[in-house]
């Protein structure tokens, strides 16, 4: 069974960085989307960010030029690095794998940026 952990998130002041992680625990990046995704309690859960196996990546229109996805498959990991974050990017964000045989989320990680 494939399992997801997120890490990296944390309390940052408006206009800092921060960068998640997302470890996979089998070898299945190179076959599968990758995608990080956002959500703020009592509304739905956002994708930020999309990376398929062949490398080719989406963003939502409020990370473009911000947020940047990358994946490391020697290592089974995803990052997202956030720059110049906003009050308004405080969320729980998720990491998710999915391809034609699995769909998969990992636990969360809290992200809090204050004004």
């Known amino acids: 069974q494939v399992q997801l952990v997120e890490s990296g998130g944390g309390l940052v002041q408006a206009g800092g960085s921060l960068r998640l992680s997302c470890v996979a625990s089998?070898?299945?990046?190179?076959?599968?989307?990758m995608g990080w995704y956002r959500q703020v309690p009592g509304k739905q859960r956002d994708l930020v960010a999309s990376i398929s196996g062949g490398g080719s990546t989406n963003y939502a229109d409020f990370a473009k030029g911000r947020f940047t996805i990358s994946s490391d498959i020697a290592k089974n990991t995803m990052y997202l690095e956030m720059n110049s974050l906003k009050p308004e990017d405080t969320a729980i964000y998720y990491c998710?794998?999915?391809?034609?045989?699995?769909?998969?989320w990992g636990q969360g990680t809290q992200v809090t940026v204050s004004s």
């Open positions: 998710r794998l999915n391809n034609l045989l699995i769909d998969v």
């Open positions: 089998g070898n299945i990046f190179s076959r599968s989307t």
